[in-house]
């Protein structure tokens, strides 16, 4: 579910290293909100990264 549904920006996957340099896998989520906006003249309820909220991508209203 952590997916923006305007730019489609998902998890991303790499390695964590410590710094003693021992490596383990990490998972970066994207910070994604439930907001409600209208589209198509109905509202609805989507999911958008803070990304697309910032750039007004689309008309969120609280």
Known sequence: MAKCQICNKGVS???KVSHSHRRS??????????????????PQHIYIC??????RKISASA
């Open 13 to 15: 996957f790499g390695i």
């Open 25 to 42: 896998n990490k998972m970066w989520k994207p910070n994604i909100k439930r907001v409600k906006t209208v589209i198509n003249n109905t």
């Open 50 to 55: 803070t990304r697309c909220m910032r750039s």
